[in-house]
Every structure is written in C-alpha cells, then in structure tokens.
Nanobody
Framework: QVQLVESGGGLVQPGGSLRLSCAAS????????MGWYRQAPGKLREFVVI??????NYADSVKGRFAISRDGVKNTLSLQMNSLKPEDTAVYYC?????????WGKGTLVTVSS
C-alpha cells in the first residue's frame, strides 16, 4: 500500500503561480509511474501530467506552464504551476501506479480567480 497526501493548493490570481506537493509513504518501491490529475467542478477527472521512467507527458492545456518534479530522498512529487488561468481551477490529485495498483491522494483545491 502507498499513501499519498497533497498540499499547496489555494487561491491565486490569474497569471500567478502555485506549487503543489505530494508526500508518499508506504510501499513506494512498487511504484513505476506517477503524476497529477485534476477535476474541475461539474467535469470528469482529467490527466494533467504523467511521468514514467524517462518519459513525461503533459496535457496540451498545461504544456509549457506546468512542470512535474520528484525528490527521491524525501519521496515527494511536486507540480509547479505557472501562468495560471481561471480554467485551471480544480481539485488536483496526486497519482502513483505500480504492481497493478493505482494510488490516489485526497486532493487539494486550486482556485484561480481575481
């Protein structure tokens, strides 16, 4: 089992930046892919970015604005979000997968509004 806890969400003005973090604990050795998803009000959950091995894929809507990074020592996954837009408003979920299992955090709310 892997436990994931997100942090860093909040209210930010359009054009601003936020950094989300995801702290992982448990059987992390089983993980071979990780990323971030988001769910806007009234919409389905969508992928934002997925990293596996040397490959990283971003949704077109965030490409060039968001960047994923990982601290292997602290077992932390981060998402740097720049040039935020109102349409980025959503609950952001940390995801990790491996060994046939999917693990999700409970999410952190990001609101982009003036």
């Amino acid at each position: 089992q892997v436990q994931l806890v997100e942090s860093g969400g909040g209210l930010v003005q359009p054009g601003g930046s936020l950094r989300l973090s995801c702290a992982a604990s448990g059987s992390i050795f089983s993980i071979n892919a990780m990323g971030w998803y988001r769910q806007a009000p009234g919409k389905l959950r969508e992928f934002v970015v997925i990293a596996s091995g040397d490959s990283t894929n971003y949704a077109d809507s965030v490409k060039g604005r968001f960047a994923i990074s990982r601290d292997g020592v602290k077992n932390t996954l981060s998402l740097q979000m720049n040039s935020l837009k109102p349409e980025d408003t959503a609950v952001y979920y940390c995801w990790m997968g491996g060994g046939g299992m999917d693990y999700w955090g409970k999410g952190t709310l990001v609101t982009v509004s003036s």
